[in-house]
């Protein structure tokens, strides 16, 4: 069964950081056709691109992000990571990382992981 799973949330004050992962339950590179995503959806709003990485780990990132967040990858652990630094409390949303499977062709969605900054 194809999963992703993201973990690392929590209650941060501004100005702290936090590391978001993304496990996936496969080998990572079925998902290696299109970049992996970075999503956040805040209450009230729809959901929003913060970043995407190919699997040559080429990165693009939301303006709001830029400099402050970063999404890297290890492949060995098929894991995809979101360092967070900075943090302000509009970052505060439910973060979900996603993949497209070139085996099925479909996009899968992990369930998010909450991430609430404090001012």
């Known amino acids: 069964q194809v999963q992703l799973v993201e973990s690392g949330g929590g209650l941060v004050q501004a100005g702290g950081s936090l590391r978001l992962s993304c496990v996936t339950s496969?080998?990572?590179?079925?998902?290696?056709?299109?970049?992996m995503g970075w999503y956040r959806q805040a209450p009230g709003k729809q959901r929003e691109l913060v970043g995407t990485i190919t699997s040559g780990g080429s990165t693009n990132y939301a303006d709001s992000v830029k400099g402050r967040f970063t999404i890297s990858r290890d492949n060995l652990k098929n894991t995809v990571y979101l360092q967070m630094n900075s943090l302000k409390p509009e970052d505060t949303a439910n973060y979900y990382c996603?993949?497209?499977?070139?085996?099925?062709?479909?996009?899968?969605w992990g369930q998010g992981t909450q991430v609430t900054v404090s001012s």
């Open positions: 496969v080998p990572i590179g079925i998902f290696n056709e299109k970049p």
């Open positions: 996603n993949g497209y499977n070139k085996y099925d062709l479909r996009t899968y």
